[in-house]
């Protein structure tokens, strides 16, 4: 994206390997402004990310929702598994210029396979008081730590 003139339909980022490794780079205002930039009129950005439904202080979900906000006039958050679970499972975060269908099919391409996602609608009240993460401030290990201390406390017994 740093060096491309083109404009795309779709940029899609999938760089998370473990929880243990948040590439902080990826998760910042700066990151979404330049995949912004680079987007068609009617293009969208997805990100897939871990996190957990749960409302902590430390989210990373609801603070990658509020940093998408601060570009995308309109985010949309998908979890793959279930939008009540408290467990870890992936989100797909959509950011666009236009309002976007409420379920997005998270097969893989190719396999003529349907899993569908439903959109979980999050109000702004809900994030607002979650950081922005931008170059000079993300977190993101911290985050990543306090989710796993979160759920595990969660699911102990």
């Given at each position: 994206l740093a060096h491309s003139t083109s404009s795309y339909d779709l940029i899609f980022s999938d760089v998370y390997y473990t929880m243990n490794s948040v590439?902080?780079?990826?998760?910042?205002?700066?990151?979404?402004?330049?995949?912004?930039?680079?987007?068609?009129?009617?293009?969208?950005?997805?990100?897939?990310?871990?996190?957990?439904?749960?409302?902590?202080?430390?989210?990373?979900?609801?603070a990658e929702i509020r940093t998408m906000h601060t570009v995308f006039p309109f985010v949309s958050v998908f979890p793959v598994e279930s939008s009540t679970s408290s467990r870890m499972q992936n989100f797909i975060l959509a950011g666009s210029n236009v309002p976007l269908a409420g379920e997005i099919d998270i097969a893989p391409p190719g396999t003529g396979e349907q899993?569908?996602?439903?959109?979980?609608?999050?109000?702004?009240?809900?994030?607002?008081?979650?950081?922005?993460?931008?170059?000079?401030?993300?977190?993101?290990?911290?985050?990543?730590?306090?989710?796993?201390?979160?759920?595990?406390?969660?699911?102990?017994?």
């Amino acid at each position: 994206l740093a060096h491309s003139t083109s404009s795309y339909d779709l940029i899609f980022s999938d760089v998370y390997y473990t929880m243990n490794s948040v590439p902080a780079h990826v998760t910042t205002k700066e990151f979404f402004r330049r995949a912004h930039a680079r987007l068609s009129p009617k293009g969208i950005f997805l990100a897939n990310i871990i996190g957990s439904n749960l409302e902590f202080p430390e989210s990373m979900l609801y603070a990658e929702i509020r940093t998408m906000h601060t570009v995308f006039p309109f985010v949309s958050v998908f979890p793959v598994e279930s939008s009540t679970s408290s467990r870890m499972q992936n989100f797909i975060l959509a950011g666009s210029n236009v309002p976007l269908a409420g379920e997005i099919d998270i097969a893989p391409p190719g396999t003529g396979e349907q899993n569908i996602a439903k959109e979980r609608r999050i109000e702004k009240s809900t994030y607002r008081t979650y950081p922005v993460l931008t170059d000079d401030y993300a977190p993101t290990e911290y985050m990543a730590a306090a989710l796993m201390r979160h759920y595990y406390d969660a699911t102990s017994p």
